[in-house]
């Protein structure tokens, strides 16, 4: 039988790549077209399918703006965000693990006091969080930078109130001399990702549900570690097993401790229930 163009395509196209200088983008070029043919071929994508592709990802950067990232959440929904940090943070039983950075980080977080209210007036229950940053001997970090960003009491991030951008629930601070800290924010709801974009329909489609358990963002960070992009999870939440985004990691899993109004660890009189939680993590030497 002789060759016809569907299979003699892909490889045509690789050998227009032969003159790439750049070695990595050369290879994932490659690759990325051998399965993209491939995937087509094995679904036999018809015209339609092809123009709602086209039109579908159009969508989704139409969706985009400085402070929504469509294409972050579908890197979420699809489990590609988690495959990426698990390959290039792989598991190491003595150290904090990694999570999903989600759509909603911003890089200018302001700089806060040790102990500071991160929450700006948001909505919530208010929240204590403790704990102790070491390397993975257990020796004290001080000096780590804890850039931290939460959702509200009702699972809404800053960025996604209407109006003008107010920033709040977001913060940088840093472990004192014995590597602790402590902060307030608020016990952070289960929320539904964003669903008002191509990523709602595509879930709709799917027959997904787009919940994903209540969780604080942060990146640890310390000169001479390896960064960790991570999140602290509720512990007791009904979505633990079935995050919307693949997530969940059982060892940052926390118990949000429901205390009476009274006095709040760093002093404060409270007037209404408040929650603490202790969470203490290892950081990796950099290699
Ligand atoms: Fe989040």
Redesign the pocket.
């Known amino acids: 039988m002789n060759p016809t163009v569907e299979t003699t395509l892909t490889q045509t196209v690789l050998e227009r790549f032969a003159g790439c200088p750049d070695a990595r983008f050369k290879t994932i070029m490659n690759s990325l077209v051998t399965h993209l043919h491939a995937f087509v071929r094995d679904v036999r994508l018809t015209d339609d399918e092809w123009m709602q592709a086209i039109q579908y990802l159009t969508a989704v950067g139409k969706k985009c703006t400085d402070t929504r990232q469509e294409f972050i959440l579908h890197s979420d929904l699809l489990g590609v965000s988690s495959l990426v940090l698990e390959i290039n943070h792989p598991p190491h039983a003595a150290s904090l693990e990694s999570a999903v950075l989600?759509p909603?980080y911003l890089e200018d977080a302001p700089a806060r006091p040790l102990g500071a209210d991160l929450t700006d007036g948001m909505p919530g229950e208010p929240a204590f969080y403790s704990g102790c940053v070491t390397d993975t001997a257990g020796r004290p970090i001080a000096g780590a930078t804890l850039d931290i960003w939460s959702?509200d009491g009702a699972g809404f991030y800053d960025v996604q109130l209407p109006g003008p951008l107010v920033k709040r629930g977001r913060g940088k601070i840093m472990t004192d001399a014995d590597g602790r800290y402590w902060f307030r924010s608020v016990k952070p709801a289960d929320y539904p990702v964003p669903t008002d974009g191509p990523g709602g329909v595509m879930l709709q489609k799917l027959g997904r549900t787009p919940d994903?358990p209540g969780?604080l963002?942060l990146i640890v960070a310390a000169p001479g570690y390896t960064a960790v992009v991570t999140q602290i999870f509720v512990a007791d939440s009904k979505f633990l097993d079935n995050d919307a985004v693949f997530g969940v990691k059982k060892s940052l899993a926390a118990k949000f401790e429901r205390h009476a109004p009274g006095r709040a660890p760093n002093g404060e009189q409270m007037n209404v229930p408040y929650c603490t939680v202790q969470f203490d993590m290892r950081l990796l030497a950099a290699a």
């Open positions: 989600g909603f959702a994903r969780h963002h």
